[in-house]
């Protein structure tokens, strides 16, 4: 494989990693960008591939009543509502025994 073709898929994992973070840490600026650039794609005029990225990229609404804060826990960001943590089987196999 050519050193460019591994620069540029590194380059990509690591974009991947970071808007995933990015998401992750700021989710309302994140949600406001991915939104800005959805509607950037979709303006009238824009050709089709334009239009079907900016669809695809357009992110999802949140209803009234969910998001931060709605007490869900599913990302487990919330503080008034941690996620709760689950304990390991009894019979799990990657449990280590220190014998002494």
Not at 8 to 36: D, E, H, N
Not at 59 to 68: K, L, N
Request: net charge positive; hydrophobic share 40%; aromatic share 8%.
């Amino acid at each position: 494989m050519s050193e460019g073709l591994q620069l540029a898929i590194v380059g990509l994992i690591v974009l991947a990693c970071a808007w995933r973070a990015f998401k992750r840490y700021a989710p309302k600026t994140a949600w406001r960008m991915q939104a800005s650039l959805s509607y950037s794609l979709e303006r009238k005029g824009r050709p089709a591939w334009s239009m079907r990225i900016g669809r695809w990229l357009r992110p999802m609404e949140v209803a009234s009543g969910q998001g931060c804060g709605s007490g869900c826990t599913t990302c487990g960001s919330c503080a008034t509502n941690p996620v709760q943590e689950t304990t390991p089987a009894s019979n799990d196999p990657l449990r280590i025994r220190i014998i002494g």
